[in-house]
Every structure is written in structure tokens, then in C-alpha cells.
């Protein structure tokens, strides 16, 4: 993957405006043997591109020349390869320096990266229609092409990403017994099929075979065994299309690590045109929490009703009042030897978190679950930290 010199291409973004362009990337294959770019005349007007370039990162710079005409084409081919099949930013730049337009793709921007196609060609990222452009850098704007239009008009399907039926549930490190898994959450009140829609990590795609149906309001867990082939790393975009290529959903988890799966909270919550942690939403509406395929993703919260414990010289014992992510951290100090443990109200022991001596204060995490590794039952806990003199402890209400 290629590293990408955020500082220049965020420069180069604050130039670009809302305004049509009148040279705009208009399709690109990134996976293609050669790879190629095309670049679109919006106007009716000649346009003089001595001097323009096309720039992917700082490095890789290729220059134009000649007279693009008006509402023509210009077909760029690479002598390299350039392009990252990850992901990476296009950069359009005119004579005096100043970005025209710029698209990005995979982990690196909100357009889909063209799907590998070993019959060959390529899928391509092509917007819409020639020159569509809603806003900079706009996902919406492009979809997949699997029948690439280098030269001519494009004919790319429409990316509504309206999450009518939505990727609700991730885990993207099966392994060869335990498959990568997706939950589907469909938000209308009707049942939908997404028989023949196909699912792909931008490397490869599988359709969903058979009928499938998505209830109202409900939700359809599906495998790898299911669209085996597709495999996600912790570098990665699921992306949802519909059989005829629209592309409705995507989800991306670049510069994270999940311990668990990621889930949507609420159910179907966007955004949905995300290609990394953030821009998905991570901490806000996309976490990373215990599973529950099938099930609402709901919220986690872990709320400590007794803050203010007085507790005597030399203890620490505290928690934070809310988390998204499947559990909170303890932070923790006794004198000498203790234990800390999770209990029930009733003085069960749920899960021992720590036995032994700290000198320092201390990092633990709860994951919400039982010394048996299953998530507790929302209700009251008791926080407590003991040794053969006493015992202090904070109350929790643990609320899905």
C-alpha cells in the first residue's frame, strides 16, 4: 500500500470548490493492465492542457499536453503501475497549480475501488454519468463499472447508498473454520430479497445465491461460506451492491482493530460512505462490540452510581460512566496484595479481573463478560477491590 502525503492532497482540497469543474476525473481502472485515467471536458469549449498533470501522491506525478475538446475525452495511460489496488487519491492540477478535482477511492476515499476481474477487463470507477458532480470528492458521484468505458460515455449505475438494507454487523477476521460474517439490517417496512445482490472487499466480489430474504425492520446474518472468495483484513471496505451494480452501502475500518465485530448503533445508523474508522462513523454510530448477530445492536452503557466513594489512603478504584465499545477500562491502586473482581449483588463472583500487587496505578478493561466469556445481562454489578484487610467497591447498572 502506498503512503500518502495527507498534508498536500488536504492543500490541494482547499481549493476545490462546489462548482462543476471543467476537467474532471471521469473514470479510472486501478487494477488494470495498463491502468488508465480518464479525464472529461465538462464545457463545449477547447480547453489548452499544456502544463496540467495528474498526481496520485507527490511521487508519482504525468504530465498532459495537446487540446482537450469540448465535451471530449482524454484517455491517460499509466507507465507504471501507479495506482494502489488498496486505495489512493487522484489529483487533478492545471498549468498555474491549482486542483481541479481529485477522487478518492478504496481506504482512501468515499469512490469504490474497480472490483479484480481475472477474465479481464477490469471493473473501472467511473462516475454516473460524464461529469457528475455534486460536491467534491463525493462518492455518490461513482460506482463500479464491470463493462469499462475508456474513450466513450459512461454507463455506471447509480450509488444511491441509501442503506434501505445496510451492513449492520461485521467481523472480518474469520478464519479457515470460523468464516467472516455479515449482518444485514433492512429498515423498511417490507421484506426484501437480496438474492443476486453481491458483496465484495474491493479485491473481489460474490453474489448472495438463492433467496434471501432481509425481513421489515429485521435482520439476515450471512458467511463467507455464503460469498466465499471475499476475505477482509484490518486494511478494508465492505461494499454492498445490488444485482444490477447500484451500490447501496459501505463500510470501512482503516486504522482499526476489531476485538470483537463492528456494529452499527442504532440499527442501520450511517454514515454510509465510509472507507476508514472515522469516516464510518467510529465512536459514534459504528462500534466495536460483543456480538449480537441477529439481534438489535442496541448501546452499551455501564454507569457508575456510586463515583464519589470515599476510599482510604493509598486505593484508587474508578471507571468511566459510559462506553461504546463493548467495555470500560478500570483504573486501580491498592497498597499491597488484592484482588479485583466483578460480582453480582447477590456476592457471586462473575469475573476475577486481577490478582497480585501494583505499585502504580493500573489499566484494566471489562468486556462485559462472565469468567466463562459470555456477555453478563444488563442490571447491577458491584465493582470490588479486596485484600485480607478490607474491601471497597463501586456499584454498576450495565444497560444494553
Known sequence: MKIINFAFLILFATVISAQIPQVVINEFAAKAN?????????TSSPIDLSGWC????????????????????????????????????????????????????????????????????A??????????????????????????????????????????VSINELDPYGGTTVYDSVEL????????DV??????????????????????????VIDSSDFSGVNFTNVDVC????????RVDQLGWYSDSSEYTYQRVPDGGGPHDGYNWVTSGGGTTLFDKIETWGETNG?????????????????????????????????????????????????????????????????????LSDSEGRPVSQGHYILMLSDDDQRISIKLEVIY
Not at 34 to 39: H, K, T
Not at 185 to 192: K, L
Request: hydrophobic share 35%; glycine share 10%; aromatic share 12%.
Open 54 to 121: 495528474l498526481i496520485n501522491t507527490p511521487n508519482d506525478t504525468t504530465f498532459l499536453s495537446g487540446t482537450l475538446a469540448g465535451n471530449a475525452y482524454m484517455l491517460v495511460t499509466l507507465s507504471s503501475s501507479q495506482l494502489s489496488n488498496d486505495g489512493d487519491i487522484i489529483s487533478l492540477a492545471n498549468s498555474a497549480g491549482d486542483t481541479v478535482d481529485y477522487a478518492g477511492y478504496g481506504t482512501r476515499g468515499p469512490a469504490p475501488v474497480g472490483i479484480y476481474n481475472s477474465n479481464n477487463p
Open 239 to 246: 461494499y454492498l451492491f445490488m444485482a444490477d451494480t447500484q
Open 195 to 220: 438474492g443476486g445482490w453481491f458483496i465484495s472487499d474491493g479485491d473481489d466480489f460474490k453474489v448472495i445465491t438463492g433467496t434471501q430474504i432481509v425481513p421489515a425492520n429485521g435482520f439476515l
Open 299 to 367: 448501546t452499551v452503557h455501564v454507569v457508575e452510581e456510586t463515583p464519589d466513594a470515599v476510599f482510604p489512603e493509598g486505593y484508587f478504584l474508578a471507571c468511566p460512566s459510559l462506553s461504546g465499545r463493548g467495555g470500560i477500562e478500570v483504573s486501580f491502586m491498592a497498597p499491597g496484595d488484592f484482588t479485583l473482581g466483578v460480582y453480582s449483588l447477590d456476592g457471586r463472583l462473575v469475573k476475577e479481573m486481577f490478582t497480585g500487587r501494583t505499585e502504580n496505578r493500573s489499566y484494566l478493561t471489562w468486556d
Open 34 to 42: 495498463p491502468e488508465w485515467i480518464e479525464i472529461y471536458n465538462t
Open 123 to 164: 471493473f473501472s470507477t467511473a462516475r454516473i454519468t460524464d461529469g457528475c458532480y455534486t460536491s467534491p470528492n463525493n462518492g455518490r458521484d461513482f460506482n463500479i463499472d464491470g463493462t469499462p468505458t475508456p474513450g466513450t460515455a459512461n454507463d455506471a449505475h447509480p450509488a444511491p447508498l441509501n442503506a434501505q
Open 185 to 192: 439490517f433492512n429498515s423498511t417496512s417490507s421484506d426484501i
